[in-house]
């Protein structure tokens, strides 16, 4: 029985001792999906010319001839779906944002804040003069109130934490494009981030992410407008597909932190579950 345009790739890089992790470094394809495709199993893959590209790429490095691994492609996508074409043309891509959605702006409250410290320090002069004109034998001690004006001025506002009745998770890329295999409410889909770009996952219960760990520390992470501390795994981490997970149990946790915590006690570092509330 001839091999399958999985074996033959996987055949051709052994032949020249490369290895999953040169490959996906040298083209730029998450080590998942080149696994995924030498096992013939193209449902990790974004999907359309993607899934083609992909596997252009994965062929020419190990000197496959890329026409014929597009045209034995073609053939597997089309029996898939009993000889009507590529599946993964109509597969659901979700739309990449590039806008730059912050949290709300906390300069109302700081001008509201200026307002009414300026309101009570004229209203404390008014009090003192009106004292000092009722009663000339008295001497107002005007220190006390003067270092409860600075007091009051020098003590920050607690920054409140934003709405947590829906999860809204952005990853921002740097230098390289993403592939994220992303699990919202229960529906997954993979999408390519391009370099330099961003794109949004929205749920109300659970928003899970998994991509190549290798790209972790080039990413920038915002949870409903807040910016965390970018999640690094550790060392030791034993899979190529770092993962991790934020839904009702533990997001305002993560959002008091500025962080998401990898279980076992590693900070910023992996997977955040329910049991971190």
Do not use: C, H
Request: charged letters at 25%.
């Amino acid at each position: 029985m001839a091999d399958s345009l999985g074996e033959k790739l996987r055949k051709a890089r052994e032949e020249r001792d490369i290895s999953i992790s040169e490959v996906a470094e040298q083209t730029r394809i998450s080590a998942i999906y080149l696994e995924a495709i030498e096992n013939d199993d193209y449902k990790p893959l974004p999907g359309g010319i993607f899934n083609k590209g992909f596997v252009k790429s994965f062929a020419k490095y190990v000197g496959i001839d890329e026409g014929e691994a597009l045209q034995e492609y073609a053939r597997i996508a089309a029996s898939q779906e009993g000889g009507a074409g590529d599946p993964d043309d109509n597969r659901y891509k979700p739309e990449v944002l590039t806008d730059d959605q912050s949290g709300p702006s906390l300069i109302p409250t700081l001008i509201f804040s200026v307002v009414i410290l300026g309101l009570l320090a004229w209203g404390v002069m008014l009090l003192v003069n009106y004292l000092q004109d009722t009663d000339p034998g008295s001497v107002v001690d005007n220190t006390n109130t003067e270092q409860n004006l600075n007091s009051a001025e020098s003590t920050p506002e607690a920054t409140p934490l934003p709405p947590t009745d829906e999860i809204n998770l952005k990853i921002a890329t740097a230098g390289e494009a993403l592939s994220v295999s992303a699990t919202v409410d229960g529906q997954t889909s993979s999408v390519l981030i391009p370099a330099n770009s961003e794109n949004e996952f929205s749920g109300k219960d659970a928003v899970k992410v998994v991509y190549y760990k290798g790209l972790a520390s080039t990413l920038t992470i915002f949870l409903n407008g807040t910016k965390l501390e970018t999640p690094i795994p550790p060392a030791d981490y034993p899979n190529n597909g770092f993962e991790f997970e934020i839904n009702q149990g533990n997001i305002k946790g993560i959002l008091e932190e500025g962080k998401i915590t990898a279980p076992g006690g590693g900070d910023s570092s992996g997977t955040s579950t329910g049991d971190n509330a």
